[in-house]
């Protein structure tokens, strides 16, 4: 089975940066570029795009709403044509640039705040994914097993390619354990191990309830500011290695 490893990259800015993004893009096989409002610049932005095109990595559009400080993982109450400006806004310029550089953007991933407020509201998603659609149909959507997202992304006839968070705990509706809560971050190589083998393997995840769901995802993702993250994504890589499984980019298992 082909799966795709990806990992938000480049959400630093300026001199700072959140990971090694250059030795992430050697284990990575599609990357979620920050298109400069949470995270990421014009030159960061760049820099991403040629480790990506040096590397043979498939190139996504990660936008989030525009607040460095809170590293987009704060709310605020834009109207949804604001989102929505704001989300072509931040894939426009990312297009640009991967354009100037002969590589195109293959896939579209929400980051943190901006997805999850696109999730609890079909309107605002059947705004974002037709504004999607207008720009490039082509796009593939990275979204959650059942999400509002993914079922946007299907009525706008797009593709999509479903995620499991490596990194994140579950809980028993296939949710996401809210950051703050004890557990909802898997740090520990052995869990990782454990979690992505179980996935790989019968397809299903145990949540931090014990229970055991289905997980019908072809893509894994590894939060690149979580701790140890690099080497976190090593460990995923060679589980799917090991697995027999085929390491692929977001375009290569859905095209």
């Given amino acids: ?102 590589q195109r953007v293959a896939h579209f991933s929400f980051h943190a705040a901006m997805g999850n407020m696109v999730n609890r509201d079909p309107r605002l998603a059947d705004l974002m994914m037709d504004a999607i659609r207008t720009v490039d149909p082509e796009l593939i959507i990275f979204a959650m097993p059942g999400s509002e997202i993914e079922a946007a992304a299907r009525r706008a006839s797009l593709d999509t390619l479903l995620l499991f968070l490596a990194d994140r705990a579950y809980d028993a509706q296939g949710r996401l354990v809210a950051r703050g809560l004890p557990g909802a971050l898997v740090k520990e190589e052995a869990a990782v191990r454990a979690r992505v083998r179980q996935f790989l393997v019968d397809g299903t995840v145990t949540t931090i309830d014990g229970v055991t769901i289905n997980m019908p995802a072809r893509s894994i993702l590894v939060h690149s500011d979580t701790p140890g993250s690099l080497e976190l994504a090593r460990i995923v890589r060679s589980e799917i290695e090991t697995a027999g499984g085929t390491l692929a980019s977001a375009s290569e298992i859905v095209g």
Wanted: net charge negative.
């Fill in 1 to 102: 089975m082909k799966i795709d490893l990806n990992s938000d990259m480049g959400e630093g800015f300026g001199p700072y940066s959140l990971c090694d993004d250059e030795a992430m893009m050697n284990v990575v096989t599609s990357a979620n570029i920050a298109c400069g409002f949470h995270g990421g610049d014009p030159d960061t932005m760049t820099r991403m795009v040629r480790l990506a095109k040096a590397n043979g990595v498939g190139i996504g559009a990660h936008p989030g709403l525009p607040d460095r400080a809170g590293f987009g993982r704060r709310e605020i109450p834009y109207s949804n044509d604001e989102l929505r400006q704001q989300m072509l806004y931040q894939l426009g310029a990312l297009k640009a640039i991967a354009a100037s550089e002969g």
